[in-house]
């Protein structure tokens, strides 16, 4: 029998409950304890995994045994979860953006660092059978260009429609785009972003723009753009990568794990299974090897770095050279 991992949440919202659900399908973890600032949600959650239940991340940390902390709560609210549970000595999962304002993403490497801890952020999309072959394909050729659209709907959630909570469309969901194209084409230098509200001011308490274009520049040369919009509010919706290399373009798609190669590109369309990111996250906890772990805190964090100078930049009207985490 595999070592038993005991697992606690900080944060029981919507995306929290995917991970308790596969985390409590693998043999010998056990979900221990969750907490919310909502009574309800956890002691909904809680019902469910006979964890134990808190309103006070502080209070539980201070109280429970978990080999792994989970923090999944809205970009604004991250505070000392992770530091907290990275004293304890407990590997970290966050979620993306793993930050809204980078002082506080430095904090929580160095604890990590310092604690010699596991990390893992919420970037599943790079471990897509499709992404590893894509990745494969580029990174023996030259890339010139990146290109990267996300035209879609609008979550109702009210912290994800105020720029001071989540960030924006770009930070909080584009995120994953701007972390495949650091993934699959290497590090983002310098971003210069204009931003605009064209058609989303009936929306209530919304201060974030509805349209956001950025101009990337890649550390080799290679150059990038990304356009997104959560306007399409009656559904449907274009959410691609697309790399353009010499002759061929490689296209991917985010729904469906789907690879599409120009006609001589070496790479095949059909996709394999690949192991869920809590699994990944698992099995290197119990292997004691980062190795299965697609996305560590620091790299989390260098992705948020990108969109975090895309917001200064589209303020200040200005490119904005991208720290080096
Ligand atoms: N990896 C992915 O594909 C993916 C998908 C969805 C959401 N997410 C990310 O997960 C995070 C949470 O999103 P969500 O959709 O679950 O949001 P949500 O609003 O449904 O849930 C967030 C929860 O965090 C709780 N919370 C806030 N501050 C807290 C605190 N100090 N202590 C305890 N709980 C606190 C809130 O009460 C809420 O219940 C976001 O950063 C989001 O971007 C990632």
Known sequence: MADEVRVA??????????????LAEI??????????????????????YEAAAYTDYRAMLDEIEAEVVYVSVPPFAHEYAEVLAARKGCHVFVEKPVVLNMDKGYEIAEEIDKAGVLSCVGYQLRLLDSVQRARRYLATRTIGMVSAHRWGGFPETAWWRVMGQSGGQLHEQTTHQVDLMRYLAGEIVEVYAQYSLRVMSDVDNLDIPDAQGALLKFQDGAIGTIVTSPMMRQGGGVSDLKFLVEDHVLEWQIGGNILMPDDDAEVTGEPQETMSI?????????SEDSGTIPCSYRSGLQTSAVTLAANESARTKKPVEVPVI
């Open 27 to 48: 043999e010998n973890v056990e979900i221990v304890a969750i907490c919310d600032l909502v009574e309800e949600k956890v002691q909904q959650a809680c019902a469910e």
């Open 278 to 286: 809590d699994e990944a996250f698992i099995v290197a906890i119990r």
């Open 9 to 22: 949440f900080v944060g029981a919202g919507g995306n929290a409950q995917g991970h308790m659900g596969r």
